[in-house]
């Protein structure tokens, strides 16, 4: 189950936490000028990170890992070609030219 909430954790760390900071140096007196256009664009970040959810959560679940492959990237199954072996048959063990032997 950690393994699970692992990457759904991630994202909204990543993405929230430097948001997080900037509104505690706002809260602790540095001058809302500081970084004001990153944190403008990083609140309207933080609305998206639903969007994302899915998609930190499709590879912690193997099954949901195939299923994807297959339906949404379309990926054909490679098959496998072995190469074929002559073989050799002989005749015969000790082969002879026998019509020649038979003449003489």
Same mark, same amino acid.
């Given at each position: 189950? @950690?393994?699970?909430l692992l990457?759904? +954790? @991630?994202? %909204?760390?990543?993405? +929230?936490?430097? $948001?997080?900071?900037? %509104? @505690?140096a %706002?809260s602790a007196g540095?001058?809302? =000028?500081v970084a004001?256009d %990153?944190?403008a664009? #990083?609140?309207?970040l933080?609305f998206?990170?639903?969007?994302f =959810?899915?998609?930190a959560?499709v590879p #912690?679940?193997?099954?949901?890992r195939t /299923?994807?492959?297959k339906?949404? !990237?379309?990926?054909?199954v490679? *098959? *496998?070609?072995?190469? /074929?072996?002559? !073989?050799?048959?002989r005749? $015969?063990v000790g082969r002879?030219?026998? @019509?020649a032997?038979a003449?003489?």
């Amino acid at each position: 189950m @950690a393994f699970q909430l692992l990457p759904i +954790s @991630a994202l %909204y760390f990543c993405i +929230s936490f430097p $948001t997080m900071i900037l %509104y @505690a140096a %706002y809260s602790a007196g540095v001058p809302r =000028t500081v970084a004001a256009d %990153y944190f403008a664009n #990083s609140i309207l970040l933080c609305f998206w990170i639903i969007l994302f =959810t899915p998609f930190a959560i499709v590879p #912690s679940l193997p099954q949901w890992r195939t /299923e994807c492959t297959k339906l949404i !990237l379309f990926w054909r199954v490679k *098959r *496998r070609v072995n190469p /074929e072996i002559p !073989l050799t048959t002989r005749l $015969t063990v000790g082969r002879i030219n026998r @019509a020649a032997l038979a003449r003489q």
